[in-house]
């Protein structure tokens, strides 16, 4: 009895289907437009070959619609010689979305609020971080908790995270 289920993937031997092959070619251009979309500091943070970084950045310049949709499906080209998924991983990392990404924030969070509750999580801080400038992390703590009181908007709560994600990044 035969099996009248569509299956998308080809078999092996046979060369994919000229829409898969074009499906392909769509998705790696559009993993060159969400790379064309960033700033000039963060595509500066993803290993790229030169020549695709070099177009990436043209596109960039360009304003012009057709030229800007043209010079995306010249991107979409070159892609197709480099392996995607460290860039499609890369660019996850950038937006947060990766699930290690998203478990450091979670992490962060909690030891903030640790370190609200209880001032003692400094000395853990600054044994984990010894460059650390626990004066200004106190500072921050102390500002934190007034706010917190005081109902004012949290501009020390959130200088506090700020402060203890760049401690990680060390």
């Known amino acids: 009895m035969a099996d009248d289920s569509f299956d ?60 800007r949709r043209r010079q995306l499906q010249y991107i979409g080209r070159l892609m197709r010689d480099i392996e995607p998924a460290p860039i499609r991983a890369a660019l996850d990392a950038l937006n947060g979305a990766s699930a290690v990404e998203i478990a450091r924030q979670h992490r962060l969070e909690r030891l903030r609020e640790r370190l609200l509750e209880d001032e003692s999580v400094l000395t853990e801080i600054g044994a984990n971080h010894p460059g650390a400038d626990l004066t200004r992390i106190r500072q921050l703590r102390r500002g934190a908790l007034h706010e917190r009181e005081a109902g004012k908007p949290p501009k020390h709560y959130r200088e506090l995270f700020r402060t203890l994600r760049e401690l990680q990044n060390e």
Not at 36 to 46: D, M, T
């Open 8 to 67: 998308d993937a080809p078999e092996a031997g046979e060369r994919p289907s000229k829409s898969r092959r074009k499906r392909a070619m769509h998705a790696l251009q559009d993993l060159g437009a969400e790379l064309a979309a960033l700033s000039a500091e963060r595509l500066a943070g993803i290993e790229l070959p030169e020549t695709l970084r070099e177009a990436l950045l043209e596109a960039q310049r360009l304003t012009r619609h057709e030229a």
